[in-house]
């Protein structure tokens, strides 16, 4: 679109084209949902608000590790995955971060491959000058967990954390510690030889739907 207020903007042969005196600028695309009120935003934004986490692996990664924090960073809705990923090292989940990790079924593995090799979901604890910052919003779907042939400690750690869901989840010899909890979710999940699901829980206030989550 030609800009006839523009008269001094170098050409950067992508946004902004000069042709004589004229400077010619390239107007982003945007997004606009349907219906009334509805807020126009740009499609790169748009498509941004789900990101795979494959697009994340650079070379010379050891493991999965440093590219699922990669896409963490990123800010998005929702991190969806398809495969196998191995996790050797800690992933930590503060309070500045809420998400939907979204894998397959059967098809999306999570397989941790250190006996330090931790998923780790946490908060902090109010003092006498700095509130709590509680871990809250994170949701875990379609995902199966394993530690099979590391050992039998829990690798998934929730500590300072609230309204943590699980669905639709299959925790293979992983075993999950909560501490600190408060309203935290499993909803159709099932455990296999994961010694005890929740292997220690303090001040957990609300456990719903435990119950539904039988061991093989």
């Known amino acids: 679109k030609y800009d006839p207020t523009d008269t001094t903007s170098v050409d950067n042969s992508g946004t902004i ?6 400077r ?5 695309d945007f997004y606009l949902p349907a219906g009334t009120g509805a807020v126009a935003t740009t499609v790169q ?12 692996v650079e070379p010379g990664d050891v493991d999965d590790t440093a590219s699922l924090l990669r896409a963490i960073a990123t800010g ?4 969806r995955f398809r495969g196998n990923k191995n996790i050797g090292g800690y992933i930590t989940i503060t309070h500045l971060s809420q998400f939907i990790l979204e894998g397959e079924g059967r098809k999306s593995k999570i397989t941790f491959t250190d006996t ?3 998923l780790k979901i946490t908060g ?3 003092t006498d000058v700095t509130p709590a910052a509680i871990a809250a919003g994170i949701e875990f779907k379609n995902i199966t967990f394993s530690a099979f042939g590391v050992n039998s400690i829990p690798h998934i750690y929730m500590d300072w954390a609230r309204q943590i869901t699980f669905t639709s989840c299959f ?9 600190h909890m408060n309203f935290w979710h499993l ?11 929740v292997r220690y829980t303090r001040d957990l206030n609300e456990n719903n739907g435990v119950s539904g989550a039988p061991r093989g």
Request: glycine share 2%.
């Open 17 to 22: 084209i000069v042709a004589g005196t004229k």
């Open 24 to 28: 010619w600028k390239r107007v982003p």
């Open 45 to 56: 934004s748009k498509l941004r608000q789900i990101v795979d986490w494959s697009d994340y």
């Open 76 to 79: 998005a809705e929702k991190i």
């Open 116 to 118: 330090d090799a931790w």
């Open 124 to 126: 902090t604890q109010a």
């Open 171 to 179: 925790f293979y010899h992983c075993a999950m510690l909560c501490n």
């Open 187 to 197: 909803f159709d999940c099932i455990s296999y030889d994961s010694d005890i699901l």
